[in-house]
């Protein structure tokens, strides 16, 4: 008797496991970032629910889609004290030189774990028709033509997916803007696929971590 009630517990947490992992991830992320400020939203589904992250605001909402209905069912604020408009103004122009420049110089030395990502990403994830314009200009000019090359290499794998990444490198200026309508579909196991693959690998990880030490 407990072997059947231990194997039917297990039939229905298989079961549930499926209903969960068969429905895809739909994430749709439409920002711009000029002079360095952040803009627009990302918006993450998964059935009925859907998240919107304001970047800008540092607000997240959590709605529940019901039909033609939207409700809303929790909406919290990541802004922190030290989070204020002054502090941004008043921000020393060489400390956000040298930020973007460390990014850039990471992002470099991590471009074959990065081209390796997007062909996963390729193979695992359904794009729709999407847009990314960015213009790049870097302290060293050499850095920013190496780094425009290894951008053009990635777009050109992700062309034949509806995805166009429109690149205007800047000469003698530094400057990083973006304009990102980027939108896609993933399932869960595919999901945790690039996740692990990302917190496996150590030159990810190490620029990740100087993203988030230079952001913000």
């Known amino acids: 008797m407990i072997?059947?009630?231990?194997a039917l517990i297990l039939c229905l947490i298989i079961l549930l496991?499926?209903?969960?992992?068969?429905?895809?991830l739909k994430i749709h992320v439409k920002l711009k970032n000029?002079?360095?400020?952040?803009?627009?939203?990302l918006y993450i589904q998964y059935y009925n629910i859907k998240i919107d992250i304001n970047p800008e605001e540092k607000d997240i909402t959590i709605q529940l889609k019901i039909r033609n209905h939207t409700k809303t069912l929790h909406?919290?604020?990541m802004t922190t004290d030290t989070d204020t408009e002054e502090s941004y103004d008043n921000e020393n122009e060489d400390e956000e030189k040298t930020a973007i420049t460390t990014i850039i110089k990471q992002i470099h030395s991590s471009k074959i774990e990065l081209i390796h990502l997007t062909e996963l990403a390729i193979n695992i994830i359904k794009f729709?028709?999407?847009t990314i314009i960015l213009a790049l200009g870097l302290s060293d000019n050499n850095l920013t033509i190496k780094t425009c090359t290894q951008i053009w290499k990635i777009a050109a794998l992700l062309y034949p997916l509806k995805i166009e990444i429109i690149l205007t490198p800047l000469i003698n200026e530094l400057k990083i803007e973006s304009d990102t309508d980027l939108s896609f579909e993933i399932d869960l196991i595919n999901t945790l696929k690039l996740v692990i693959y990302t917190l496996t690998n150590k030159k990810l990880r190490t620029l990740i971590k100087t993203i988030y030490e230079n952001v913000g």
């Open 3 to 6: 072997v059947k009630i231990m």
């Open 17 to 24: 496991l499926l209903i969960l992992f068969s429905e895809t």
């Open 34 to 41: 000029i002079n360095n400020r952040i803009f627009g939203h």
């Open 75 to 77: 909406k919290f604020n």
């Open 128 to 130: 729709n028709k999407s």
